[in-house]
């Protein structure tokens, strides 16, 4: 009998014993291919040695100082190497110990940005529908899917959402990808004028929509026009790249494939690659000297937050990704894998889209392929198919509701950037054979 409180109280999860690479084994022996890195986390593979060495030395030199006491070597090396290579203007790493804690904190930092810039009357923030921020209350506020907002909806703090940018489904016929992404990208103005230009304080995206829409990209132009809109109407730009930052989709932040510049950028999962639980919240120089200059306390905090063991393994993790080249292997390997489910999957007939970028891919489940009809949700496909997969040895992140929180499904690949193509040729098998089994195709 177990006492520990799982996420689903009738599921039986197998006992995860070891790693090794891009496998995760069970009790039993049997070895499970991490298709989605967990939760799109583990993007250097199980055991790297690198990882634990800095981990176990650091655990021997200091474990632990409250940030409200001292920083550490470890925090200030940490946050020298992301800033070096940050978007343009970024300046100051904030360390927490998770996505939603990096949500929360920014969502704080901006409001009190607008206290100390004499703008007290900005309380709204904007965000998109079908977007994942995390599962705190103030980030599951800013989220936009339905049904995991629907039984907290009456304590959560009020937010806007407008759509995603999701040419799939929401682009019109004959529409070019570039006039799509100028009509999305114009909803923030148009709900910016409905709020009252002075009583906005943010815009809160994925850069890549993740969890709930599928590793679904923003089509060209999209966050030029975004970042144009919060210029003009002075609304910080508030990218959140918790799952598909850090190398995940072939570039260390994704926003660098946009040519966009955030005021304050959301980071964790492959941050720590599963290593240590870290996040951190990043933002321009300009919000740091508003605080800097006036209260000088920025009012929020957590326990662990910088924690030295944390930030040694970040630190190892991102050596990896930047000077060890695995941001660039992400991208190059994950054209292979592209290429693999385009091959595997394209004509597939309950595959509508596949997308994504680098090591983040995407694929739509569908009744039918040539009307693009989603299959009945109480069919719960994306149970069956995660069900399926694990029984063949193949972690997957399967979702539904994707198209508003209830019709909709697809399964989420981010598997570690290690990948070789031998194993990618053993997902696409995999995948392939969970299909048939919950499809019979």
């Given at each position: 009998?177990?006492?520990?409180?799982?996420?689903?109280?009738?599921?039986?999860?197998?006992?995860?014993?070891?790693?090794?690479?891009?496998?995760?084994?069970?009790?039993?022996?049997?070895?499970?291919?991490?298709?989605?890195?967990?939760?799109?986390?583990?993007?250097?593979?199980?055991?790297?040695?690198?990882?634990?060495?800095?981990?176990?030395?650091?655990?021997?030199?200091?474990?632990?100082?409250?940030?409200?006491?001292?920083?550490?070597?470890?925090?200030?090396?940490?946050?020298?190497?992301?800033?070096?290579?940050?978007?343009?203007?970024?300046?100051?790493?904030?360390?927490?110990?998770?996505?939603?804690?990096?949500?929360?904190?920014a969502l704080k930092l901006a409001r009190q940005y607008m206290?100390?810039?004499?703008?007290?009357?900005?309380?709204?923030?904007?965000?998109?529908?079908?977007?994942?921020?995390?599962?705190?209350?103030?980030?599951?506020?800013?989220?936009?899917?339905?049904?995991?907002?629907?039984?907290?909806?009456?304590?959560?703090?009020?937010?806007?959402?407008?759509?995603?940018?999701?040419?799939?489904?929401?682009?019109?016929?004959?529409?070019?990808?570039?006039?799509?992404?100028?009509?999305?990208?114009?909803?923030?103005?148009?709900?910016?004028?409905?709020?009252?230009?002075?009583?906005?304080?943010?815009?809160?995206?994925?850069?890549?929509?993740?969890?709930?829409?599928?590793?679904?990209?923003p089509v060209p132009g999209y966050f030029a026009r975004i970042r144009e809109i919060c210029?003009?109407?002075?609304?910080?730009?508030?990218?959140?790249?918790?799952?598909?930052?850090?190398?995940?989709?072939?570039?260390?932040?994704?926003?660098?494939?946009?040519?966009?510049?955030?005021?304050?950028?959301?980071?964790?999962?492959?941050?720590?690659?599963?290593?240590?639980?870290?996040?951190?919240?990043?933002?321009?120089?300009?919000?740091?000297?508003?605080?800097?200059?006036?209260?000088?306390?920025?009012?929020?905090?957590?326990?662990?937050?910088?924690?030295?063991?944390?930030?040694?393994?970040?630190?190892?993790?991102?050596?990896?990704?930047?000077?060890?080249?695995?941001?660039?292997?992400?991208?190059?390997?994950?054209?292979?894998?592209?290429?693999?489910?385009?091959?595997?999957?394209?004509?597939?007939?309950?595959?509508?889209?596949?997308?994504?970028?680098?090591?983040?891919?995407?694929?739509?489940?569908?009744?039918?392929?040539?009307?693009?009809?989603?299959?009945?949700?109480?069919?719960?496909?994306?149970?069956?198919?995660?069900?399926?997969?694990?029984?063949?040895?193949?972690?997957?992140?399967?979702?539904?509701?994707?198209?508003?929180?209830?019709?909709?499904?697809?399964?989420?690949?981010?598997?570690?950037?290690?990948?070789?193509?031998?194993?990618?040729?053993?997902?696409?098998?995999?995948?392939?054979?969970?299909?048939?089994?919950?499809?019979?195709?």
């Amino acid at each position: 009998m177990s006492h520990v409180f799982p996420r689903h109280t009738k599921a039986r999860m197998p006992v995860a014993v070891r790693g090794e690479g891009a496998y995760i084994y069970d009790a039993d022996g049997k070895a499970y291919l991490d298709g989605s890195g967990g939760a799109a986390v583990s993007c250097l593979g199980h055991g790297d040695p690198d990882v634990t060495q800095a981990i176990k030395d650091q655990a021997d030199r200091l474990a632990f100082a409250h940030t409200g006491f001292f920083t550490s070597e470890a925090a200030e090396s940490l946050a020298d190497r992301l800033i070096a290579h940050a978007p343009e203007g970024i300046d100051r790493v904030f360390f927490v110990s998770g996505g939603s804690e990096a949500v929360e904190a920014a969502l704080k930092l901006a409001r009190q940005y607008m206290l100390e810039i004499g703008q007290p009357e900005r309380t709204h923030f904007i965000a998109r529908r079908q977007s994942y921020h995390g599962a705190t209350l103030g980030a599951l506020a800013a989220g936009g899917n339905a049904w995991r907002r629907e039984p907290y909806a009456p304590i959560l703090s009020e937010m806007s959402h407008i759509a995603p940018c999701y040419d799939y489904r929401l682009r019109d016929e004959g529409e070019s990808l570039e006039a799509y992404g100028q009509r999305a990208a114009d909803e923030l103005e148009a709900e910016i004028l409905r709020l009252g230009p002075d009583s906005v304080i943010g815009f809160v995206v994925e850069t890549v929509a993740g969890a709930t829409l599928g590793a679904v990209p923003p089509v060209p132009g999209y966050f030029a026009r975004i970042r144009e809109i919060c210029d003009r109407y002075g609304v910080l730009l508030i990218l959140d790249e918790v799952m598909c930052g850090m190398g995940r989709t072939g570039s260390l932040f994704a926003c660098e494939q946009e040519g966009v510049r955030p005021d304050i950028v959301t980071i964790a999962k492959g941050m720590g690659a599963g290593y240590q639980p870290v996040g951190a919240t990043l933002c321009s120089a300009d919000i740091y000297a508003a605080i800097e200059n006036g209260s000088g306390f920025f009012q929020h905090g957590h326990t662990y937050l910088g924690h030295p063991v944390a930030c040694a393994a970040g630190d190892a993790v991102l050596r990896k990704l930047t000077e060890g080249g695995l941001a660039d292997r992400a991208r190059e390997t994950g054209e292979k894998l592209g290429d693999a489910l385009t091959e595997a999957f394209g004509q597939h007939p309950h595959v509508g889209d596949i997308r994504g970028r680098g090591m983040f891919r995407g694929l739509e489940l569908v009744e039918d392929r040539e009307t693009k009809q989603p299959f009945a949700p109480d069919r719960a496909i994306h149970t069956a198919v995660k069900a399926a997969c694990m029984e063949a040895g193949l972690i997957c992140y399967p979702m539904g509701g994707t198209i508003d929180g209830r019709q909709g499904a697809h399964v989420l690949l981010a598997p570690p950037f290690i990948l070789s193509d031998d194993q990618i040729g053993e997902l696409t098998d995999k995948l392939g054979q969970a299909f048939k089994v919950t499809m019979g195709c």
